[in-house]
């Protein structure tokens, strides 16, 4: 018995440990899941919520995809420009204002008139400048003609006058020199031309004094046929002032010369 009754209290003895340890046990237990079952539930629950999100974004594509290419209700209408928005307002900014666009038109339409104005007026001033700088001047318009009396000339003799820088030889010529020259055949002359082509008034020869050879200033009254005699190479003139021997290949030049009265001519 007494062995019975020491095996009894030790094992109750056991026991009361056992059972110690064992609530023990439980109050850490529970004292660790009073922390970390929150915790736990928390980030549980913002999962959830996160693949819902994103279960939400995912019907929403499928959605979109869906209504874009196999939905058979009509699609939306665009927006406006004006609906769309601007970051930089730049379509607010340069917009034509109706209100004020015929004024600014008028003012555009005033500017490119008066320039085009402006431009023409001197345009006309420089074509008007251009054409008066090629015309003659005043000096030299006075020498383009000029005048001249012939009552001091006899008749059979020759004098000589300046125009534009040439000589000019004006001869009254007699009644038998004009008569000798008509009578000349026209066959034997280098350069063929009558007398009454050269003349206005038969008894008044005007001829340029330059010999048409190299430009030489002939002698009056000279040569072979009583005209004028060119001494540089033998240039031999009539009294009308043709070519009849001699190397020169033309007749004298007759310049332009009309008369104004019975004894005055005016040369040019």
Known sequence: QTNAHAYAKVDAGAFVNRSKQTSAVAMNALRLATKVVPRAAARTTSALVSQSGALTQVSSLDQLFNRAYFSTSPSPVAPELHELGSVDH?????????????????????????????????????????????????????????????????????????????????????????????AVNLAHLRDQESDADRVINPTWLVVLGICTHLGCVPLSDAGDFGGWFCPCHGSHYDVSGRIRKGPAPLNMEIPPYKFIGDTKILIG
């Open 90 to 182: 730049a379509f607010t900014d340069d917009r034509v204002d109706k209100a004020k666009e015929p004024e600014r038109r008028a003012f555009t339409y005033l500017f490119l008139s008066t320039s085009q104005f402006a431009y023409a007026a001197v345009a006309r001033v420089l074509v008007v400048k251009f054409v008066a700088s090629m015309s003659a001047s005043a000096d030299v318009l006075a020498l383009a003609s000029a005048e001249f009396d012939l009552d001091d000339i006899q008749p059979g003799k020759v004098i000589t006058v300046k125009w534009r820088g040439k000589p000019v030889f004006i001869k009254h010529r007699t009644q038998a020199e004009i008569d000798t020259e008509n």
